[in-house]
C-alpha cells in the first residue's frame, strides 16, 4: 500500500531556471495539496487541487508558480525562474475526500544557486 | 500574522515522563486540530486529530486536549520514548477540510 510519492527527492536549479515537482497521491486519492517548508518554518498552505480542478489557491504566489492535477498522471508543481527564496522543502499531501485526513509524502528538497 | 502558534521552539524530556506540547490559535472560526509529527528529511507524519465538539481524544499514549475557550490545545505522551523524539506540529483547518495551517513546530528530545 504506496504512501504519497514524490519526485525528485532533491533537486539543484540555477537561478532563472524551471523547476519541476511531481506528486502521486495515495492510491484512491483524489485531492492534493502542496505545502512549503522554508528553513526554521512551518508549513505554508499553497495550493489544493482536485482532478483537474484547481480548489483553492490563495497560498500561492502570484507570479511564477502554477500547479496541476490532470485526469491522468501525478500532480505538478511548476516554478518558472526560479529564484534563491525558493530554496525550501515542498510537500505534497493526499486525501481521499475534502474531510480526510492528509497524508504526506516526503518532500522534496529544492536548492536554488 | 501567526494564526497558529507553538510558543516553545524545543522540549527535552527523560523517557518514561510525560512530555506536553502545546499551541495557541487566534480564530475561533477554527474547528478541527490535528497533531503531526515529523523526522527530519521525511514527510509529517498524522498522529491524533480532535473536532471542536469535544475537549478531549486519546489514542494510546497520544491524548489530545482542546480548551476552546482558552483557543489553546495539548499534546499529552505518557509514557515518553526516545523514539518519540521529533519536530511536532499542530495544525488546524475549518470545516474538518481544506487547507491546514500549521504552527511552527515543537522539537521533542527524549533522553533516555
Known amino acids: 500500500n504506496a504512501g504519497v510519492m514524490q519526485n525528485p527527492r532533491h533537486l539543484v536549479r540555477r537561478r532563472g531556471q524551471e523547476a519541476r515537482l511531481r506528486c502521486s497521491p495515495m492510491k484512491g486519492h483524489s485531492h492534493v495539496y502542496w505545502y512549503r517548508q522554508l528553513p526554521e518554518e512551518g508549513l505554508k498552505f499553497m495550493v489544493y487541487l482536485q482532478k483537474e480542478n484547481i480548489i483553492d489557491e490563495s497560498g500561492m504566489p502570484k507570479e511564477r508558480f502554477s500547479a496541476e492535477f490532470p485526469k491522468e498522471g501525478p500532480s505538478i508543481l511548476r516554478i518558472q525562474q526560479v529564484v534563491r527564496g525558493d530554496s525550501a522543502a515542498y510537500f505534497c499531501a493526499s486525501s481521499k475526500d475534502y474531510k480526510e485526513t492528509q497524508y504526506f509524502g516526503p518532500g522534496t528538497r529544492l536548492l536554488v544557486l | 500574522d501567526q494564526q497558529v502558534k507553538q510558543n516553545s521552539p524545543s522540549l527535552s524530556v527523560q523517557e518514561g515522563r510525560i512530555s506536553i506540547l502545546n499551541c495557541d490559535y487566534t480564530n475561533s472560526m477554527f474547528d478541527y486540530f490535528l497533531w503531526y509529527k515529523k523526522y527530519p528529511a521525511e514527510g509529517p507524519t498524522f498522529l491524533i486529530s480532535?473536532?471542536?465538539?469535544?475537549d478531549k481524544n486519546e489514542d494510546g499514549r497520544f491524548t489530545v486536549f482542546l480548551n476552546k475557550s482558552a483557543k489553546h490545545l495539548s499534546l499529552h505522551i505518557v509514557p515518553s520514548q526516545p523514539g518519540d523524539s521529533a519536530v511536532y506540529f499542530c495544525?488546524?483547518?475549518?470545516?474538518?477540510?481544506?487547507?491546514?495551517?500549521f504552527g511552527q513546530g515543537t522539537e521533542l528530545s527524549v533522553k533516555p
Open positions: 495544525a488546524v483547518n475549518y470545516n474538518q477540510g481544506g487547507k491546514l495551517i
Open positions: 480532535i473536532s471542536s465538539i469535544k
